[in-house]
């Protein structure tokens, strides 16, 4: 029955704990025999000293072994329990295929056909001191035969083959999970707190399923996800900035992404970072005829005839390893059939969770990275059972006659892999990845959570804690033995009205122990009867650190961290605990070995707060990094690669828009997309001014005081084939047109004669565009390029102005309203051209036609029809750019003013709209939804929006959110407190992204040298200046003074002591130097100071280019 999300969910204690039997606690009762049995042997049997003494001697033993022991006597019997040996080692074992006919000849010799695994016997070597020491082969300790791969159905799959003896067999499946989201809406709480507790019941009996959530620093540490090849396990980060940096065509874009680099290595370092994994095991066993070992007693009795009568069968014949094989056979089909299917099934259907399951690969890499770092070598064995036409087919691939445990432990490049114990109860050794492992133990379960939200996310939260790094959660859950369950239940209940009616017999009054001992007890019947089930749960913690001294420090934090639960650091069997774990043994985690349950029980319905499920859901696999919150995992939003995206960024002045909008403006600069952006900036610098100069010519920051952009200069498609060039041609037409309309129109409100003005602008783009003059000074500045006096005479608007008139368009049948639309298209222009405005978009543009990035700062215009205007051509320019290219970017920074004009606005809501199949992609930033969504195609623009993401707002603008955008109140509330605001000690801002109706807590992390190159404050921009003057105006000495800057800045703003000083001693000291070498540039300076970046232009030494991407980031 599933529960409210309000409700309280309580954790019965009493479930599992054994009833005493009389006064004799459960636990003790098996010791107290067995000192009853001994005591009497001795005393009678041995020493005849009469039962006097047997009495004594019994009763106190028992005291001195209830006392030593407690509750539980584990603890107590765990101290005396010694790590195997003196050390383990390598005993460097072959491979035996299970299938003898695939053996060789001298294996077939040595070894029997049904010996699969080889015992090694202890290794006796002399040590430093003069002694022996034992070495314990490490292969003793693990069950794995090989991997098993399955295709059936149109299905691959992979399982581990262990070999429990006996002829028994067990097949492990790997599932990799997509957990559960860690902000969750309401209904989806219930459904899959539901679903856990209705798919948990159907926990096949006799099998266990484990489930493990590892967050890690190092992205080697985890397995990768699903390629063709395992050649190299990347650094899920590192590699692809790597491929960025040396891929683009920018020198300095290539200089900030290496900086990036330097920045996601320190946030590793610091444990910001963390890669996330999910991974569940489920098991299927067999008995010695590949079948279920769950029978009946009658059914176990036909079975053992049935094996009597085999074993006749293939004594007579002589046929052995032919069933040997057809065994095999049968084993990996019931396997699928039953084991694989149903978990499968189980898993994402029943409880609900996103599912994929491992191949052999993916469980070869999982398994090589549990001892070793980097790509696992090829995997050494593979039993592969294959459906073919003619039926199934079994067969071995070989790739090493090693033992795959023996790969994965004998390490490479000349160290072990093998780990270590070294003596130590409380820790183990990874050797092959230079880390040390402990072991954190759940005792007791929480109390219970206060909503089912957070019942689901309780492991999430701990595991997320900023101190939390490097450390796996594993929970194995099978089911109890309902019969035993309910029978302690019971004996529990009666023993607490007993005590009850003997407090009142003696008129002690009240036992409240007893009666709220019974009334759990009651309870958990309840549950029981109406159909909860009892499950087993081992909970363990690994957490792996450097050295011992990290590692106690780590535990000692992370056991303080559970609340009302209960963790203690495993210090006597650590090593043994380890071990369980590893799905290549067939052990239970936490059982097997001790005369008491460590093992917590739970019912159904509260089993799944100890379940590690929750982790945040990935948004793309690749793109612009942010870290969650909680947890640093990191979530990448991607507008090029998946995709044409579109994404709004809004956050009040000074929550880091414009730095997190100018990391996807590098985005695509790496990626070799050109960008077009538009800026509305009150002082005329814009925050992207540094940044973009940084990129010398291909770089055009556009200010309209200063340059000029030919409104009818038209794309280049020269790359495209003759369709595609005539597609994209009218798609540049008509937003031409649109443009012209605007310009013509200006503020008049005449739908009639706007109309007819549209109609006659069609007419006169054709007419210009197909004049052969016009076609061959076109053909003819592009051919020459752009500063070649044959740019100058590229076709401009006062040219199109010479086709608006009756004559030129050829109009037959003029009437009085055609009259009037060209005089409105004339003088409209015609004043425009008169116009400072005119000059900026009537005549050829000042900057070249393909920059990587163009830039309009729309600031100091006279008026707001000025701007607007202002606004349609660089949207035209964006436009031209787009249709240039494959794919472009669209940069719309505080546009507010502009959307206020329908025309404007319908621009962009068709860019938003339809830009899509042309390549662009979109981002605006604002300060609120509100001018958006209010503009009059608000709806288009926000519904085509796939990503809106929003840093720190003001408490009055939470209400805009929840009208515009439907956002809950719990969630866009944090947005609006001093959490969220950019904290500069650590260098990072808070967003909230939102894609499909989902939410993610997140903070972005810029690279410092980009962060310095868009720090827009008066104080910055002045502090920058100084230190860029000291440098030479050139593409080396720009990104030399900002590094230089960078080195300063940084500091000063994380320590927050004001930048005024920056740039003061360079200056003194620059000026100095000029005095004492007034002979010496300050290029030469440079190279002298043995600053390797190449000189401008000289661009074709890739290593010069090496030295200074390195001499820059070597901050």
């Not at 969630?971 to 609006?976: T, V």
Request: proline share 4%; hydrophobic share 40%.
């Amino acid at each position: 029955m599933a529960q409210d999300n309000r409700e309280f969910i309580k954790v019965n204690q009493i479930l599992g704990k054994q009833a005493s039997i009389g006064p004799i606690p459960a636990e003790q009762l098996l010791p107290w025999i067995a000192i009853i049995v001994v005591c009497y042997v001795l005393t009678n049997g041995l020493l005849s000293l009469g039962m006097g003494w047997f009495f004594a001697t019994s009763f106190w033993l028992i005291i001195s072994w209830w006392i030593l022991t407690g509750k539980q006597p584990h603890q107590f019997l765990d101290r005396w329990r010694n790590p195997p040996g003196t050390e383990w080692c390598n005993s460097n074992s072959i491979y035996i295929s299970p299938i003898p006919e695939y053996r060789p000849w001298w294996v077939r010799r040595r070894y029997a056909d049904s010996q699969v695994q080889i015992r090694f016997k202890p290794l006796i070597v002399p040590n430093q001191y003069g002694g022996k020491s034992k070495l314990m082969p490490f292969q003793n300790e693990v069950n794995i035969c090989c991997i098993a791969e399955i295709k059936k159905d149109d299905r691959e799959v992979a399982a581990l083959l262990l070999d429990k003896g006996n002829s028994q067999y067990q097949l492990v499946f790997g599932f990799r999970i997509a957990g559960l989201h860690d902000i969750l809406h309401e209904n989806e709480v219930s459904e899959f707190a539901h679903s856990i507790e209705e798919g948990l019941k159907e926990l096949p009996p006799g099998e266990k399923i484990t489930f493990c959530t590892g967050c890690y620093s190092d992205d080697t540490e985890s397995y990768p996800l699903r390629t063709d090849s395992t050649r190299g396990v990347p650094h899920k980060r590192q590699t692809p900035l790597t491929a960025l940096a040396d891929d683009c065509h920018l020198k300095p874009v290539s200089v900030l992404l290496r900086n990036e680099q330097l920045r996601v290595e320190q946030l590793k370092e610091a444990g910001s970072r963390q890669i996330w994994n999910q991974i569940a095991f489920c098991t299927w066993t067999s008995d010695d005829e590949a079948g279920s070992q769950q029978k009946d007693f009658v059914g176990g009795l036909i079975e053992k005839f049935r094996k009597f009568g085999s074993w006749a069968v293939e004594l007579i014949t002589g046929n052995k390893r032919i069933y040997q094989e057809e065994f095999f056979k049968k084993l990996l089909l019931q396997g699928f059939q039953q084991g694989f299917i149903q978990w499968e099934l189980l898993l994402n259907t029943k409880i609900g969770l996103e599912v994929t399951p491992c191949n052999a690969t993916d469980l070869w890499q999982w398994l090589w990275n549990r001892f070793n770092e980097g790509a696992a070598p090829p995997i050494p064995q593979v039993i592969t059972l294959k459906e073919t036409e003619t039926g199934l087919e079994l067969t071995e691939t070989l790739t090493t006659d090693k033992h795959i445990c023996t790969l994965l432990i004998e390490g490479q490049q000349g160290r072990s892999a093998c780990p270590e114990h070294r003596g130590d109860n409380d820790r183990v050794y990874l050797t092959g990845k230079s880390k040390v492992c402990g072991v954190m133990v759940v005792t007791d379960p929480p109390v219970g959570w206060s909503n089912a939200q957070e019942q689901l996310k309780w492991v999430w939260k701990i595991l997320a804690y900023s101190y939390v790094h490097d450390t796996e959660a594993w929970v194995e859950i099978s089911r109890s033995n309902d019969f035993l369950i309910q029978d302690n239940l019971a004996r529990q209940a009666k023993q607490s009205k007993t005590a009850r009616t003997l407090a009142i017999t003696k008129g002690q009054g009240r036992d409240v122990g007893a009666e709220i001992k019974q009334e759990e007890s009651f309870e958990a019947q309840r549950r029981l009867y109406e159909g909860t089930k009892a499950l087993h749960c081992a909970p363990v913690f690994l957490v792996y650190r450097h050295s011992a001294q990290e590692l106690t420090h780590a535990c000692n934090l992370l056991a303080n961290s559970f609340e009302t639960a209960k963790v203690i650091r495993e210090r006597n069997i650590a090593w043994e605990i380890w071990l369980q774990t590893l799905p290549i043994t067939c052990k239970w985690l936490l059982h097997g070995g001790n005369l008491s349950e460590r093992r917590i029980t739970l019912d159904t319905r509260t089993v799944s707060g100890i379940m590690p499920l929750t982790v945040p859901k990935d948004i793309d696999k690749q793109g612009v990094e942010f870290l969650t919150s909680r947890g640093g995992k990191p979530i990448y939003v991607d507008l090029f690669h998946q995709q044409i995206g579109r994404a709004l960024i809004t956050g009040t002045s000074g929550s880091g828009k414009s730095v997190l909008g100018w990391r996807f403006a590098l985005e695509a600069l790496a990626n070799n997309i050109p960008v077009v952006g538009m800026d509305i900036s009150a002082s005329g610098n814009s925050t992207f001014k540094t940044a973009i100069e940084l990129l010398g010519e291909q770089g055009a920051y556009y200010d309209i005081s200063s340059g000029s952009s030919n409104l009818l200069e038209p794309p280049d498609l020269r790359r495209f084939d003759k369709s595609e060039r005539e597609r994209r041609m009218e798609s540049w037409k008509d937003f031409i047109r649109k443009a012209l309309t605007a310009i013509a129109m200006g503020k008049v409100e005449n739908p009639h004669l706007a109309q007819r003005v549209d109609a006659l602008l069609v007419k006169a783009l054709d007419v210009f565009l197909k004049d052969p003059e016009i076609i061959t000074r076109y053909n003819r500045a592009f051919e020459m390029g752009w500063l070649s006096p044959e740019w100058q005479q590229i076709p401009t608007l006062p040219d199109f102005v010479k086709f608006c008139t009756r004559e030129r368009l050829n109009l037959r049948s003029f009437e009085e309203i055609d009259r009037q639309a060209l005089n409105q298209i004339q003088n409209q222009v015609s004043a425009l051209l008169a116009s400072r405005l005119g000059k900026a978009i009537a005549r050829p543009s000042t900057f070249s036609p393909l920059p990587a990035i163009k830039f309009f700062a729309l600031s100091g215009l006279s008026n707001e029809q000025d701007a607007y205007l202002m606004a349609i051509n660089a949207h035209s320019a964006c436009i031209r750019n787009a249709l240039s290219h494959p794919k472009s970017l669209f940069i719309g920074d505080e546009l507010s003013v502009l959307l206020r004009k329908d025309g404007f606005a319908q621009i962009i809501g068709e860019t938003c709209a339809t830009g899509r199949k042309e390549g662009i992609a979109v981002l605006l930033m604002s300060q609120d939804p509100d001018t958006i969504c209010e503009c009059s195609t608000g709806a288009q623009i926000m519904q085509n929006m796939t990503y809106r993401i929003t840093g720190r707002i003001t408490s009055s603008g939470i209400a805009s959110f929840q009208q515009y955008l439907g956002y809950p109140v719990n969630i866009i509330s944090q947005n609006a407190t001093e959490a969220f605001l950019p904290r500069t000690s650590d260098l990072y801002s808070c967003w909230l992204v939102e894609t499909g109706g989902r939410f993610w807590r997140t903070r972005f992390y810029p690279g410092e040298m980009m962060l310095a190159s868009v720090a827009n404050n008066q104080d910055e921009r002045e502090a920058r200046e100084r230190v860029m003057a000291q440098y030479p105006d050139t593409a080396k000495g720009n990104l030399l003074g900002l590094r230089a800057f960078t080195d300063a800045y940084i500091p000063a703003l994380k320590e927050n002591r004001g930048f005024k000083h920056i740039g003061q001693e360079i200056h003194q000291t620059t000026a100095l130097r000029d005095w004492l070498r007034p002979t010496v540039s300050p290029a030469d300076r440079l190279n002298q100071s043995g600053a390797s970046l190449q000189e401008e232009g000289d661009r074709s030494e890739n290593n010069d280019g090496q030295q200074a991407e390195s001499s820059l980031i070597a901050s």
